[in-house]
């Protein structure tokens, strides 16, 4: 009677199991750069807010009116001193009747200046209460 040998291979030595290991070492890879980003992604950026300044030229102190594009401290000054002289700009257009208000200037104050409707003014007998 013959004699057989029964070798016992290795498992990586067996074809069939290298190219199954060689298959699920690839599927891996594949979904690892599957699931990574193609490029870099960019920080994320915070999205801004822009506050807006409104300046209401007859509230305004003279210090909050020389924050207005083309006015100074100085005309600041000439803007409050009209408006107590004169009363309430009902427009901005009204602004011109101060000295040192013109056409240029007026356009660089519409940037951020507005005028809300005067307020009617309150009786002396409430205002004495205050």
Do not use: W, Y
């Not at 001193?81 to 240029?104: D, I, M, Y």
């Amino acid at each position: 009677m013959t004699e057989r040998t029964s070798s016992v291979e290795p498992p990586l030595v067996r074809h069939n199991v290298r190219v199954a290991m060689s298959s699920l070492a690839m599927v891996a890879v594949l979904g690892c750069l599957a699931v990574l980003p193609s490029k870099p992604s960019e920080p994320q950026r915070r999205k801004s807010t822009v506050a807006t300044l409104e300046i209401d030229v007859n509230l305004a102190s003279e210090i909050e009116l020389s924050l207005a594009p083309g006015v100074g401290p100085v005309l600041a000054k000439r803007i409050v001193a009209n408006r107590e002289r004169e009363g309430a700009f009902p427009t901005l257009q009204s602004l011109c009747r101060v000295h040192g208000v013109g056409p240029k200037t007026l356009d660089q104050i519409a940037t951020i200046c507005v005028v809300d409707p005067p307020q009617e003014p309150m009786p002396d007998h409430i205002a004495d209460r205050r």
